[in-house]
Nanobody, 121 residues
Framework: QVQLVESGGGLVQAGGSLRLSCAAS????????MSWYRQAPGKQRELVAI???????NYPDSVKGRFTISRDNAKNTVYLQMNSLKPEDTAVYYC???????????????WGQGTQVTVSS
């Protein structure tokens, strides 16, 4: 049973910072890309950051220069450092991981339960 458990959300004033964490646990052979998505009320879920197993990262323009994704492969954990937060960053943030359960097997996608981030103006 694989689980992704997020932490670090909360309420912050505009201009502030938050750091999200997501730890993967269970019978995992390897983790490929890890990423963070967010979903605001009435909007579609959108990608905010992705990091490959080799450490390459990518961001949409809306968060580039403000958000930084990183990972600790030894801990199966991905982080999202969010700086200069804006009210429009308010959303539920979800962790996503593409991983292999066995060597040479198929890869599977897993989601965390989500953590609320609220930025007040």
């Amino acid at each position: 049973q694989v689980q992704l458990v997020e932490s670090g959300g909360g309420l912050v004033q505009a201009g502030g910072s938050l750091r999200l964490s997501c730890a993967a646990s269970g019978s995992i052979f390897s983790i490929n890309a890890m990423s963070w998505y967010r979903q605001a009320p009435g909007k579609q879920r959108e990608l905010v950051a992705i990091i490959t197993s080799g450490g390459s990262t990518n961001y949409p323009d809306s968060v580039k220069g403000r958000f930084t994704i990183s990972r600790d492969n030894a801990k199966n954990t991905v982080y999202l450092q969010m700086n200069s937060l804006k009210p429009e960053d308010t959303a539920v943030y979800y962790c996503h991981a593409n991983l292999n359960l066995v060597r040479g097997g198929m890869s599977y996608n897993y989601w965390g339960q989500g953590t609320q981030v609220t930025v007040s103006s």
